[in-house]
C-alpha cells in the first residue's frame, strides 16, 4: 500500500513492557520518537510522592531507582479486566488509583506523539492481545473496553482495535515480494499471540483482510510470567520464601507471590502486611532471611529485586550463566544462575506456549509442513528454548525476524491509514 500523503490516524501499542505509536507517512520512519530519541516508551509510571509529580517511562524508573519517595508501576496492561484496576497503594498520605495511572500513561503517550508529528490524532488504532483475559469472555471484553473508556477519556474520538500479532503481520507484508503463508508469533512482556495469515503485496491492497487470517490464537504468558518464575525459583527463598516457622508450618506464600509479579508489587507494602512479617520474624526458623524481607519492604525496593530478575533473564538469552546481587538490600548475597536452573524453572510455561500454537495450527487444519515462514516478534521471543519449540512444530518454515520491539505499532500504523485514511 503506498500512502502519497500522511495518514489521519495513529497505531497504538500499548504494551505490558513498552508502548509505541506509530504513524505511516511517506519517505519517513514510521514508529514516533517517544522518550529519549527512542521509539518505545517503556509502560512505567511513577508517582513522585515528594513534589506530587508523576513521570513515565525510562525517567520515572529513574526517579524510583534513585530513591524518590513514591510509587511505581509497572505492567499496569495486566490490570486490564480484572477488579486491580481500581485497586490502590498508599503513600505518604495520598491515595493513588491505578486506572488513573493508567490514564496517565496513555494521555502522555498521545501527547508525546502529538508533539512528534506536530499535529493532533483524534483517530488511533489500540492493538489488543488476541485474549486480554484467558477463558473468560466477559473479562476480556471488559479488559477492551476499559482501554476505550481511557482512551476516549485522554482526547481520542475514534477509537478501534486490532490483534497485536495481525498487526506485525501488516508490517511484515510490507517486505515480501510473493505469497507467504506465515504463522506470527509474537511473545511480549504479558501475552503470547499468534495468527496465521496468507501475506502478499497483491493481498496487501484489499480493504478487507478478514479471507486472509486461518487462524488467531494466544495465551496470557509473556516476559514478566518468566519473571515470576525465574524469582520463586531463584530469588524468594533467600527471603524466606518456603523456609519454616517453628510451629512447624511454611512461611505464608502469598507475599512472595506478590514481589515476584510486576503488578501486584506494592502489595507488599501495606500497614497490615508489616505488621504481619513483624510477628512472622518472630517465629521463624530462618530469621536472617526474614530479615532481608524486612528490609526490602522497608526500603520498598521490590521493583529494583524485579528488575534484577528481568536483567538477569534477559542475560541468559545470551549467556549460559549469570549473576544477580541483592546488594540494594542484602549487600553480602550474590546469587549465580544458569541457563538451565532458568529452563527448569519456566517449563510449564514453554509447554503451555508451546500447546498453544499447537492447537492453533490443528483448528485452522493447515499442515504444519504448508507453512512457508514463522515471525518472531515481542521482545520475550528472544527466550532461546521457546523460541526453539516453535520452530521445531514448522519444520519447513523459514525463521524471520522482526523489529521485537516495534513491529506491533508500526503495523498498526498501517492498519489505521487503511481504516480511516
Ligand atoms: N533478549 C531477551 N530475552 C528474553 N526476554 C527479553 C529479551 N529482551 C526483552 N525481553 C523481555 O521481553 C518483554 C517485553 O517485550 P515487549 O516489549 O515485546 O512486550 P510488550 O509488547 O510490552 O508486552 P505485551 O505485548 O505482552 O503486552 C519483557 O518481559 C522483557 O523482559
Ligand atoms: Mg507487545
Known sequence: MIHASSARACGIDFGTSNSTVGWLRPQAPTLLLLEEDKPTLPSIVFFNAEDDTITFGRAGLREYLEGCEGRLMRSLKSLLGSSLIDGRTEVQGRTVVFRDLLTHFIGSLKARAENQSGRSFDQAVFGRPVYFVDDDEAAD?????????????????????????????????????????????????????????????????AADRRADVLANGGVHIGGTDFDRQLSLASVMPQLGYRSLLSNGREMPAGIYFNLATWHTINFAYT????????????????????????????????????????EAKIALSAHDTTT??????????????????????????????????????????VAAGGIDTVFFTGGSSGIPLLRRRIAALLPKARVVEGDLFGSIGAGLAVEAARRFG
Do not use: C
Not at 549465580?336 to 510455561?349: G, H
Open 271 to 310: 500497614r497490615q502486611v508489616w505488621a504481619e512479617q513483624q510477628q512472622l520474624t518472630l517465629e521463624a526458623m530462618n530469621p536472617e532471611a526474614l530479615e532481608r524481607l524486612q528490609r526490602l519492604i522497608e526500603l520498598r525496593a521490590g521493583h529494583w529485586l524485579a528488575h534484577q530478575v528481568e
Open 141 to 205: 471484553q471488559l479488559a477492551e473496553q476499559t482501554l476505550a473508556g481511557i482512551a476516549r477519556a485522554v482526547g481520542f474520538k475514534d477509537v478501534t482495535f486490532q490483534y497485536e500479532p495481525i498487526a506485525a503481520a501488516f508490517h511484515y507484508e510490507r517486505d515480501i515480494h510473493r505469497e507467504e503463508l506465515v504463522l506470527i508469533a509474537d511473545i511480549g512482556g504479558g501475552t503470547s499471540d499468534f495468527s496465521l495469515v496468507r501475506l502478499s503485496p497483491e493481498r496487501a491492497k
Open 324 to 365: 544477580l546481587s541483592l546488594e540494594r538490600f542484602a549487600p553480602d548475597v550474590f546469587h549465580d544462575l544458569s541457563r538451565i536452573e532458568f529452563e527448569l524453572a519456566t517449563t510449564q510455561l514453554v509447554e503451555k506456549v508451546e500447546g498453544t500454537v499447537a492447537t492453533l495450527l490443528r483448528e485452522a487444519g
